[in-house]
T-cell receptor, first 113, second 113 residues
Framework: ETGVTQSPTHLIKTRGQQVTLRCSSQ?????VSWYQQALGQGPQFIFQ???????GRGNFPPRFSGLQFPNYSSELNVNALELDDSALYLC????????????FGQGTRLTVV | SQKIEQNSEALNIQEGKTATLTCNYT??????LQWYRQDPGRGPVFLLL?????KEKRKERLKVTFDTTLKQSLFHITASQPADSATYLC????????????FGSGTRLQVQP
């Protein structure tokens, strides 16, 4: 186990709704990254948070937003859900923003209907 | 733009044989490359990291090679076991500075008893 926990594990939402996914990083890690993994694909980088600030973003629209809290846990928010947002959402924590290693949680499976 | 390519076809081998998976990258010269294992519905688990100045890295039954001229990494599992059945992902840091991991789409390995 990596010590990175995500909640919930599964979620079903309706198109147009909003969703919040949560991640607790490994103890001592101040950097959290979020990835989206569609079926049969590799994880795609959404954004990274370092010490409560967004610290890099992939090719995702503004309706994907996040937060990082003083204890370094993090949230991913997605507004105006679309069917294509159905995916496994992964959180990864790292000791520092430039760390070589990232430790992944078990993911949240989001289904948009 | 940077591309990481893995054989999308599943690899089926007999127990006890050596599995060899390929990762090719283009338009980029990563300082290091990582391999992850992912089981269905779970987050990726880090296996090995190999740097650009290392030709080969080993860990128990796993071996990774890194050829910066061919822009290719090979991942070997010797004496394979049914428990090795999973999807294997390769990843490099970038292109968003050092913040994001860029993954290949993964190769599914099935080891038959």
């Amino acid at each position: 186990e990596t010590g990175v926990t995500q909640s919930p594990t599964h979620l079903i939402k309706t198109r147009g709704q909003q969703v919040t996914l949560r991640c607790s990083s490994q103890s001592g890690h101040n950097t959290v990254s979020w990835y989206q993994q569609a079926l049969g694909q590799g994880p795609q980088f959404i954004f990274q948070y370092y010490r409560e600030e967004e610290n890099g973003r992939g090719n995702f629209p503004p309706r994907f937003s996040g937060l990082q809290f003083p204890n370094y846990s993090s949230e991913l928010n997605v507004n105006a859900l679309e069917l294509d947002d159905s995916a496994l959402y992964l959180c990864a924590s790292s000791l520092e923003t430039g760390s070589e290693l990232a430790f992944f949680g078990q993911g949240t499976r989001l289904t948009v209907v | 733009s940077q591309k990481i390519e893995q054989n999308s076809e599943a690899l089926n081998i007999q127990e006890g044989k050596t599995a060899t998976l390929t990762c090719n990258y283009t338009n980029y010269s990563p300082a290091y490359l990582q391999w992850y294992r992912q089981d269905p519905g779970r987050g990726p688990v880090f296996l090995l990291l190999i740097r650009e100045n290392e030709k080969e890295k080993r860990k128990e039954r796993l071996k990774v090679t890194f050829d910066t001229t061919l822009k290719q990494s090979l991942f070997h599992i010797t004496a394979s076991q049914p428990a090795d059945s999973a999807t294997y992902l390769c990843a490099v840091r970038g292109p968003t500075g050092r913040r994001a991991l860029t993954f290949g789409s993964g190769t599914r390995l099935q080891v038959q008893p």
